[in-house]
């Protein structure tokens, strides 16, 4: 589990540098698909995992919940997914089998009650991610610019 959850910080980081070489107007236009722009779709990965991870699974209680209009810059994203890891990292660190299917219980839009079982959720924060980076890979193509590899090899994670 911690392997696949450093790849994705690994990734992301990754995509933040890439931003660095787009004007700004670019990480904020409206593109097709997705949950909308480059800038937005970082801001929302980074919102899932914490969320999940510190609200949820945690039952940690946050004074109010932030908004992409609040982060809206490159540097308020970054800093943001810096501070939100600090966050997320140690849950990670310490997860163990026995937290497997130790089951989240929720009420769905209709109120009915839905349960998950923490490892199903913490695989569904993963593959999150993977997801929305397969996006950015498209539209940074649409951009003319080469996307931030997607491989797991060659990252350095099982060095150790």
């Known amino acids: ?11 992301r980081d990754d995509w933040f540098t ?57 540097q308020k994203v970054l800093n943001l997914s810096r501070q939100y890891r600090g966050d997320v990292e140690p849950y990670v660190r310490s997860w163990t089998s026995e937290m497997e299917s130790k089951i989240f219980s929720e009420n769905n839009p209709n109120g009915e009650t839905e349960n998950f079982k923490y490892g199903e959720i913490m695989r569904h924060v993963i593959a999150h991610e993977i997801h929305h980076i397969g996006q950015l890979s498209i539209w940074s193509r649409e951009l003319g610019k080469k996307p931030v ?10 060095d150790n």
């Open 18 to 74: 890439w931003c660095k070489d787009v004007p700004e107007e670019e990480l904020l236009k409206k593109r097709v698909g997705g949950v909308g722009s480059i800038l937005y779709t970082l801001f929302h990965i980074v919102d899932v995992e914490w969320a999940w991870i510190t609200l949820d699974l945690r039952g940690e209680q946050v004074p109010k919940h932030p908004t992409f209009e609040e982060y809206s810059s490159l």
């Open 149 to 158: 590899t997607a491989n797991l090899i060659r990252r350095g994670l099982f």
């Open 1 to 11: 589990m911690l392997k696949l959850f450093q790849y994705n910080w690994q990734v």
